[in-house]
């Protein structure tokens, strides 16, 4: 018995690969079948969402718990001045790992290199964002990243990582799945923007935007009652963003998807984030939840052209016009108002202490224009390589009042130089041609409406860009996005896989 038994544990290994002489017990990743390595990627890529939202809420909760002092400037210190690093720790953590699952897809011949040729752009990205951070005038904040900013080189490692990740999910069903739990953010980051904006319920809701600084008095600073929303996303201006993108999941899933269970799920989803988007109170949150709305009405137009098939764009319209009702409603109610220039101050001077209280000179020019003028001048004064990502001190040198134009372009530009900005752009541009392609398939059937979902969410988080900042909170969800565009040609002899 004991030599048969032996015989039999031979033979199991026979025919076997194994790495660097191991037992099969360790390399069950060189042995895992095609459908166990999409789901690796799958499964990994929601882990890596549920992280991005779990870890900023312990830096909500204790804004108030105090630890210590800083003897030396006689500030209190709180206990979410070490949280906040725990964002971009686990922004490059999962970014890090993203790219250990890009190997194993490569090795499991779920992504073919040799199919994307193109990921040398991004690559030559990253590599001279290495180049442009040694150049800086600060390398060590260049590398790590400034106080709560944190876009230092990790940080822009990080996202490209989550890129990759992204990239890895070719099974459709693995995309729905990843969308399922895209969507729950969403609308989680929502309920809890409705309740910051909500003066009964603000008061137990932490928020770091429900007083906005208003000025000095003899008694000292002065706030005024606000109530704004920001989830668990640190800032108006990321909820936005974030909302932007996962709003363009939800819609489409609820006007494509067959099962009515998660239409259903969508749509709920969706009106909370239509609702809380508006609650933000920022150009950025209106303008991207506007583009969402009205390319998927396009979308849903031509598509029932081809299809013959008027539901989704009745759907589509319907939703268009309860938004508008939303939107109408709460502007009604004076919950509207848009508070862009008081919020970005508030931001930078209050919850970051980086920057002065406002525009120092007289002027009536709005607040855009007049701080993508300053990063401008700043890109001029470092035209190649840039300040150096993050760094903040080389563009206060510069004369700009704050350390972002509030244009992600222009904060490329200025950061990160023009070889870079260049590349980036050639890259969006590829990205574009692939969205393209897959809402054209989507129109012919040619795959799944998680395509057409992502190619409005990627889009449409570009326009707001114009009026937005990067931030750790909101652009892993862009990257993502991002890398399931690209999923969809990661290995081109099989455009449409199913596990």
């Not at 150049?135 to 876009?151: K, M, N």
């Not at 999941?249 to 009106?271: E, H, P, Q």
């Not at 020019?365 to 701080?371: F, N, T």
Request: hydrophobic share 50%.
């Amino acid at each position: 018995m004991s030599k048969a038994k032996e015989k039999k544990e031979v033979t199991t290994n026979q025919g076997k690969k194994h790495l660097f002489g191991s037992s099969e017990k360790s390399d069950f990743i060189l042995n895992m079948s095609a459908e166990s390595a999409q789901k690796l990627c799958g499964v990994y890529s929601i882990i890596a969402v549920l992280v991005l939202c779990v870890i900023t809420i312990p830096y909500y909760f204790t804004q108030n718990i105090k630890y210590g002092m800083d003897e030396s400037v006689n500030r209190t210190l709180y206990l979410n001045e070490k949280f906040i690093f725990f964002i971009s720790a686990a922004v490059l953590a999962v970014g890090f790992v993203g790219f250990i699952i890009f190997l194993i897809a490569n090795m499991k011949k779920q992504v073919e290199l040799k199919d994307n040729k193109s990921l040398i752009v991004p690559l030559a990205v990253v590599l001279l964002s290495v180049i442009s951070c040694l150049l800086s005038a600060d390398i060590f904040t260049s590398f790590y990243g400034y106080l709560d900013r944190s876009e230092g080189m990790l940080t822009i490692l990080g996202y490209w990582g989550l890129f990759a990740a992204g990239m890895t999910v070719t099974a459709d069903d693995r995309r729905i799945k990843l969308s399922d739990f895209i969507v729950g953010i969403g609308a989680f980051e929502a309920i809890v923007g409705i309740l910051q904006a909500i003066p009964a319920t603000a008061k137990i809701v932490p928020n770091y935007f429900k007083e906005i600084f208003s000025g000095f008095s003899s008694g000292g600073m002065t706030y005024t009652k606000e109530y704004i929303a920001t989830g668990f996303l640190c800032t108006p201006f990321a909820l936005a963003a974030v909302l932007t993108v996962i709003s363009a999941f939800a819609l489409n899933g609820m006007l494509y998807d067959d099962k009515k269970a998660r239409k259903i799920f969508y749509a709920i989803s969706l009106a909370l984030m239509t609702a809380a988007d508006i609650l933000a109170c920022v150009v950025p949150a209106i303008l991207g939840l506007g583009a969402v709305y009205v390319i998927s009405l396009i979308i849903a137009a031509v598509k029932s052209g081809f299809a013959k098939d008027k539901k989704p764009f009745i759907a589509c319209l319907v939703a268009f016009i309860v938004a508008g009702g939303i939107f109408a409603g709460l502007f009604a109610s004076n919950e509207f108002r848009l508070m862009d220039e008081k919020i970005i101050f508030h931001d930078s001077f209050d919850r970051l202490s980086i920057t002065g209280t406002g525009r120092g000179d007289d002027t009536e020019q709005w607040i855009y224009p007049y701080l993508w003028d300053d990063g401008m001048y700043t890109a001029e004064q470092n035209l190649i390589w840039g300040t150096g990502p993050d760094n903040w001190g080389t563009i206060f040198e510069s004369g700009a009042i704050i350390d972002r134009s509030y244009n992600e372009y222009i904060d490329l530009l200025q950061s990160r130089g023009l070889i870079i900005f260049a590349l980036t752009i050639v890259f969006l541009i590829m990205t574009i041609v692939k969205m393209c392609k897959l809402v054209a398939g989507f129109m012919k059937d040619k795959n799944g409406w998680t395509g057409c979902a992502v190619s409005a969410a990627v889009l449409c988080y570009l326009i707001q860009a114009f009026f937005n900042i990067s931030s750790v909170t909101s652009s892993p969800y862009f990257w993502i996005a991002a890398g399931l565009v690209w999923s969809f040609t990661a290995v081109k002899s099989s455009a449409k896989k199913k596990s």
